[in-house]
């Protein structure tokens, strides 16, 4: 009995020490075809794809924050896409307290961090140096722009400037807005371009050399929770919750650059979903899903989405007769589709 345990022992090791050869990702993100609009609204097809990654974990030395957020990733030939979806009892962003720019860290805000080196766990990180003149520590960026205009919300995508730190300056495609009927909760779609990652060889990088990188993309999310209830700044994060990627980076998360290819972006590429019960069908004034959903769109088929509304029924009166896709979802997730026609 004893030596069955042994060599049990000793298979579990081998298994360990071959598994150990590979990059151990935290995150392998699929390849897609068609871009998401990038403006601050996520009803887009191709991120009812995508598996919403949670970012739970609380930063070690800050008071608990409240807020729960997730995001998604994907990539195509040319660009990385992101999407983080934030919900907050209290949006305190910088534009509430214009005065206090200086420290626009410490209000409400997302930071993203990105380690494109061959090595991740060389202590660096995109701090700022006081110049923030490259080379500050290469391979590394930050970017983490703030909410410092009412007015972009829902206004479309923009190319913030702000607190950037090394390559990605004035490169990334950034909109922002409200979720639905909330003034607290937010949604940020990101547009990076894969040749804007400058590594510590000074090249730039391109899909293949995503997909190469010997230990993966180091990744990181911060999401920055200011109530204004004299608690000041509190945050979660992804993965490094006892240092602040900002100063290092071998916290970080690992993202591999996945082979499998998402469907096709219409609704009509996603019939592998499960299927639903829509009724009635045919309908002319309101469709009913059966189901545990929180939200449902409509996709002509021409790949349009003509619809995207919170809630399990759907008034599609407006809508001119044909077939349509209906797409049901429950926290950000796509879990059935059906066919319906409409009369
Ligand atoms: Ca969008
Ligand atoms: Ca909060
Ligand atoms: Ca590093
Ligand atoms: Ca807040």
Request: aromatic residues 10%; negative net charge; contains cysteine.
């Amino acid at each position: 009995m004893k030596k069955q345990f042994l060599s049990l022992a000793t298979a579990c090791l081998l298994v360990a020490a071959s598994a150990s050869a590979q990059v151990e990702a935290d995150l392998t993100i699929k390849h897609g075809t068609v871009a998401p609009t990038i403006d601050g609204d996520p009803s887009d097809a191709v991120w009812a794809l995508i598996d919403p990654v949670p970012v739970e974990k609380q930063f070690t030395t800050d008071p608990e924050a409240s807020v729960t957020a997730f995001f998604k990733m994907f990539y195509t030939d040319d660009f990385l896409y992101l999407l983080v979806d934030v919900t907050d009892d209290v949006h305190y962003p910088l534009w509430k307290n214009p005065n206090d720019a200086k420290q626009n860290y410490l209000y409400d805000k997302v930071e993203v961090y990105f380690d494109v080196n061959d090595n991740l766990k060389d202590g660096g990180s995109p701090a700022h140096n006081g110049a923030n003149t490259p080379p500050i520590n290469p391979g590394h960026a930050q970017l983490a722009f703030d909410f410092d205009d009412e007015a972009q919300y829902g206004a479309g995508s923009i190319l913030p400037s702000d607190v950037v730190y090394n390559f990605l300056s004035d490169q990334v495609l950034v909109a922002y807005n409200y979720k639905t009927g909330d003034q607290n909760s937010y949604v940020i779609e990101y547009e990076f371009p894969l040749e804007a990652f400058i590594n510590d060889r000074d090249e730039a990088l391109s899909m293949e050399a995503f997909k190469a990188l010997p230990q993966g993309m180091g990744f990181d999310l911060t999401v920055v929770d200011n109530d204004n209830d004299g608690n000041g700044r509190k945050r979660t994060v992804w993965m490094s919750a006892d240092a602040e990627a900002y100063q290092s980076m071998d916290g970080c998360g690992v993202v591999v650059f996945g082979d499998e290819e998402l469907p096709a972006g219409s609704g009509i590429g996603m019939l592998d979903a499960d299927v639903i019960t829509c009724y009635p069908n045919p309908v002319t004034e309101t469709l009913m899903v059966n189901g545990d959903f929180d939200g449902i769109t409509l996709t002509n088929l021409a790949g349009q989405q003509v619809k995207h509304v919170a809630g399990t029924q759907v008034d599609v009166a407006d809508l001119s007769a044909g077939l349509y896709i209906v797409q049901a979802y429950k926290d950000g997730v796509c879990k059935g589709v059906a066919k319906i026609t409409k009369e």
